[in-house]
């Protein structure tokens, strides 16, 4: 059973919900907010809060333009196909996102091919990347036209891409002819946690995927900040994968709340994690963001007995547990899944 907070977030039920930043739920004032919106026919552009919030995060990341999509996956999917080409080569790195969770997306949608290089935990290393790039030109070779990179990554545990290897990937790929694609579906957290701007971020990237549904708790929405004329590409793309939308100024309208309201918190959901980590014994300096990792687990028999108390985890792996903070827990829903979450592995561990 679901319920509304009149003044908080909303609710789901008592449980304490930590497999995803993605279930948060409307608050009662972005509810209000989209039921207020000011809507038109989005295909057509002329939906003005739709309008007005591609303006607002084109201008955020020091991008020309802006698309508002359904989800991370539409936004990077074709933010990849904006900048290679049928028979080219995306490279990234194993655990990537874009490479692990999307279906193999680039290659059943857009014949791209992709390679991917191991990385220490999702570490960004741009020497790494770099020695792996096959040149244009080779008939031998498939071209690297691209290079995904995640930003905070999540099977890295939410870690913050290091500034120096975003700059050194960069400005190498402008001397060679290949393109960097972020996906950044949490990189506002990525923002906060280092104090590195959103436009720093947007301006060592050709194009981005920004997620509006995960810790800043929009219900639905990313968006694809690129140049102008990427974007009236993107548009096309978005039409024929079946992304067109119509009044969806009612969505708009809720990203725009959580811009204004639910950006600055998001050092509230590193605060708990790392709080959650100290009770769990985890180290706290590995916690960057507001993903914390329990290693060495049984994670069925820990998610399981966790969600027979009321905490509800992720399962990375048959020995890893995710556990992620976001907008619907409060201080008292850590402290709670603190303590069941240590009684229960307390208890298997002892087995």
């Given at each position: ?5 009149t003044?908080?977030?909303?609710t789901r039920g008592d449980?304490?919900?930590l497999r995803?930043?993605t279930?948060t739920?409307?608050?009662p004032a ?8 000011e ?11 739709v309008?007005a ?17 359904p989800?991370g ?8 196909r904006?900048?290679c080409?049928?028979?080219?080569e995306?490279?990234?790195d194993a655990d990537?996102h874009?490479l692990?969770?999307e279906m193999?997306?680039?290659?059943a ?8 290089v ?5 570490r960004l290393?741009?020497?790494?990347l ?5 040149p ?8 690297t ?11 890295g545990?939410g870690?913050?891409?290091?500034l ?6 960069f400005?190498?790929s ?7 694609h972020?996906?950044?579906a949490?990189?506002?957290?990525a923002s ?17 995927s ?8 929009a219900?639905?929405?990313?968006v694809l900040?690129a140049?102008a004329?990427?974007?009236?590409a993107?548009?096309l793309?978005r ?5 067109g939308?119509r ?16 950006l ?7 605060e708990?994690a790392r709080?959650l ?5 985890v180290d ?6 507001n993903?914390v990792?329990?290693?060495?687990v ?6 399981e ?5 009321g ?6 792996s ?26 229960v ?7």
């Amino acid at each position: 059973m679901y319920g509304i907070d009149t003044d908080g977030p909303a609710t789901r039920g008592d449980a304490v919900d930590l497999r995803s930043d993605t279930l948060t739920r409307p608050t009662p004032a972005m509810r209000r907010a989209m039921a207020e919106a000011e809507v038109g026919d989005d295909v057509y552009r002329e939906d003005p809060t739709v309008n007005a919030l591609e303006e607002r995060v084109a201008e955020l990341f020091g991008h020309e333009a802006a698309l508002f999509v359904p989800s991370g996956t539409m936004g990077n999917q074709i933010g990849l196909r904006l900048v290679c080409e049928p028979g080219q080569e995306v490279l990234g790195d194993a655990d990537a996102h874009v490479l692990t969770y999307e279906m193999g997306a680039a290659a059943a949608l857009f014949g791209l091919s992709s390679r991917t290089v191991v990385s220490e935990g999702g570490r960004l290393s741009a020497d790494q990347l770099i020695a792996q790039v096959r040149p244009h030109g080779d008939w031998h070779l498939t071209a690297t036209a691209a290079i995904a990179v995640e930003n905070t990554h999540n099977r890295g545990g939410g870690l913050v891409q290091p500034l120096t290897e975003l700059e050194r990937l960069f400005a190498w790929s402008r001397t060679a002819g290949v393109n960097v694609h972020l996906d950044g579906a949490r990189v506002f957290n990525a923002s906060v946690a280092s104090g590195v701007p959103l436009a720093t971020y947007g301006r060592l990237a050709d194009t981005a995927s920004v997620c509006l549904s995960k810790g800043l708790g929009a219900p639905i929405g990313s968006v694809l900040v690129a140049n102008a004329e990427r974007i009236a590409a993107a548009r096309l793309w978005r039409k024929r994968l079946g992304g067109g939308m119509r009044q969806v100024g009612v969505l708009a309208a809720a990203a725009h709340h959580a811009l204004d309201h639910h950006l600055d918190r998001l050092a509230t959901d590193h605060e708990h994690a790392r709080l959650l980590a100290e009770r769990l014994g985890v180290d706290p300096t590995t916690v960057e963001t507001n993903m914390v990792v329990v290693d060495d687990v049984p994670a069925p028999a820990v998610a399981e007995a966790a969600k027979a108390q009321g905490v509800l985890v992720g399962q990375v792996s048959a020995r890893r547990v995710r556990l992620v903070t976001h907008l619907d827990v409060d201080r008292d829903g850590v402290e709670r899944a603190a303590k069941v979450l240590t009684q229960v592995i307390g208890d298997l561990a002892g087995h």
